[in-house]
């Protein structure tokens, strides 16, 4: 159980375009949703917090505009990075925190985003 | 939240235990202890947690001094699939959004040898 999956789990695109990130919690719901960024050989570095129905909060520095989250539904989160630029490229992951008992997060395997 | 303490790196051999430490001295009676580790390139996965008592499950041991000030998580037969960056990371006690979140390290990276 508490499995979360990512799509895509690989992307490139050209500067300047959009691309989304969806976070599913596939075995349970998903009260709160969590947005990591990973840089080569560096730690996870927080981005954002969603819950289910509400706006996200946004840790300092990161741009609120330009990483749009959607936590439409307990079981679906989407991370939209707006006019990407080559320093976005990145490893993106999200993790989900239940209700009923999954008290833990449970991380998705990552999405790697890389802009030309 | 508390700061922790991890040696960058270390190595073990396949099928010895692996003893991770950790130091978190500024730890607070409302934070738990928590492991997660990452393998090259995936999302982190939980392993254990634990508040003051020694806690185990199917993947680890997890043993907590008695001031709570460092803890120690024993892989009791590592294998090469372990090897990872491990992270020891405290976390608030209290339920609820923002209180789960989880600030990360730089953990060890622990590889085992054949």
């Known amino acids: 159980g508490a499995v979360v999956s990512q799509h895509p789990s690989w992307v490139i695109c050209k500067s300047g375009t959009s691309v989304k990130i969806e976070c599913r919690s596939l075995?349970?719901?998903?009260?709160?949703m969590f947005w990591y960024r990973q840089f080569p050989k560096q730690s996870l570095m927080l981005m954002a917090t969603?819950?289910?129905?509400?706006?996200?909060?946004?840790e300092q520095g990161v741009e609120k505009d330009k990483f749009l989250i959607n936590h439409a539904s307990l079981t679906l989160s989407t991370l939209t990075v707006t006019s990407a630029h080559p320093e976005d490229s990145s490893f993106y992951i999200c993790?989900?925190?239940?209700?009923?008992?999954?008290?833990?997060?449970?991380f998705g395997p990552g999405t790697r985003l890389t802009v030309t | 939240d508390a700061k922790t303490t991890q040696p960058p790196s270390m190595d073990c051999a396949e099928g010895r235990a692996a003893n991770l430490p950790c130091n978190h001295s500024?730890?607070?009676?409302?934070?738990?202890v928590y492991w997660y580790r990452q393998i090259h390139s995936q999302g982190p996965q939980y392993i254990i947690h634990?508040?003051?008592n020694n806690e185990t499950n199917e993947m680890a041991s997890l043993i907590i001094t008695e001031d709570r000030k460092s803890s120690t998580l024993i892989l009791p037969h590592a294998t090469l699939r372990d090897t990872a960056v491990y992270y020891c990371?405290?976390?608030?006690?209290?339920?609820?959004?923002?209180?789960?979140?989880?600030?990360f390290g730089k953990g060890t990276l622990l590889t085992v040898n054949p």
């Open positions: 993790s989900a925190v239940g209700s009923g008992g999954i008290y833990e997060q449970y």
């Open positions: 075995d349970f719901q998903a009260t709160t």
């Open positions: 969603s819950n289910e129905g509400s706006k996200a909060t946004y």
């Open positions: 500024t730890i607070s009676g409302n934070e738990y």
């Open positions: 634990g508040l003051k």
């Open positions: 990371i405290v976390r608030a006690i209290y339920s609820g959004g923002s209180n789960y979140k989880l600030t």
